[in-house]
């Protein structure tokens, strides 16, 4: 489960400092946070967003992009910054709560869409379209991040499955959004097990591939969690340390991607110096 942690620090984190351009503080400004190179400097002012984006809920409540703000950013907060286990739960669904308000608020098939069984929500998310991507984004990743900090509920982690239909749809509607990143967590979803329990590895290799590509190489994330999630399941050291030493090669700086990269480089120099003992 490790792995929607590192997801949902920043791949909620992007999406929600773009969408705040809803609350008319300048359009530049969320880049100019994507765009910093200082982690702990963003995670540390992290909560007067989350402070900001609730006032403006409580003004707006069926504000669609403000309620993806809020659960982009409550989500990212909670992974990023808070250690306590009580109050990740309690953010990540605070989070959760923002991201369904969001979905119900772009299609009324979608409300209450927690309670729908799998093949339900596969119904709905049928009459979904190109300009849901948004929603249905925020929701499928905001969803894995809850199921992160509920880690230890079954009844959580049984919420997998939604969230997979989910992302598959987004990935149906518009695979290039934000970076090809819903396929990065298709790809990671398939590496959860290996083969011999389940698990689906060919398949998580083309997703990384996939997502890498559709990034044009930039998003150095997706080179990071190939080799966490399916080099590592599968005893590839030659593809990990590859993979690893592109990712320090290469130059984090990217419009929109530096923050995400900067992270994914520290994560790449962690992972390569622990390599001769892991395999």
């Known amino acids: 489960m490790r792995f929607i942690n590192n997801l949902a620090l920043l791949t909620l984190l992007v999406l929600g400092l773009s969408a ?62 808070v250690e306590d286990t009580g109050r990740q739960r309690a953010l990540s669904s605070k989070a959760l709560d923002y991201a369904e308000r969001a979905a119900c608020s772009r299609r009324k098939t979608l409300c209450e869409v927690r309670g729908l069984s799998v093949p339900r929500l596969e119904e709905a998310l049928e009459r979904t379209r190109k300009r849901d991507v948004p929603a249905l984004y925020t929701l ?30 987004v990935v149906a509607l518009d695979e290039s959004y934000q970076h090809g ?17 389940g698990g689906h590895p060919s398949a998580s290799r083309k997703h ?52 995400q990269n900067t992270f994914a480089r520290k994560e790449a120099e962690r992972l390569l110096a622990e390599s001769p003992d892991y395999f």
């Open 208 to 259: 990384f591939e996939r997502a890498i590509e559709l990034s044009e190489g930039r998003n150095l994330l997706a080179k990071v969690l190939f080799a966490e999630r399916y080099a590592r399941m599968t005893g590839n050291q030659s593809l990990h340390d590859e993979l690893l030493q592109t990712v320090l090669d290469a130059d984090p700086e990217e419009h929109g991607l530096t923050l």
């Open 181 to 197: 990143q819903a396929t990065m967590y298709l790809a990671v979803l398939d590496s959860l097990l290996p083969e011999a329990l």
């Open 20 to 81: 705040c351009a809803v609350t008319r503080v300048g359009d530049n400004l969320p880049y100019g946070i994507l765009n910093n190179d200082d982690v702990d400097l963003v995670a540390d002012g992290l909560p007067t967003y989350l402070l900001m984006v609730d006032g403006l809920i409580v003004n707006w409540p069926e504000s669609e992009d403000l309620l993806r703000t809020g659960a982009s950013l409550y989500s990212a907060y909670a992974g990023l910054v």
């Open 140 to 169: 499928g990743t905001t969803w894995a991040g809850y199921v992160q900090a509920h880690s230890d509920d079954w009844n959580a982690v049984a919420d997998l499955a939604r969230v997979r239909v989910i992302l598959d749809r």
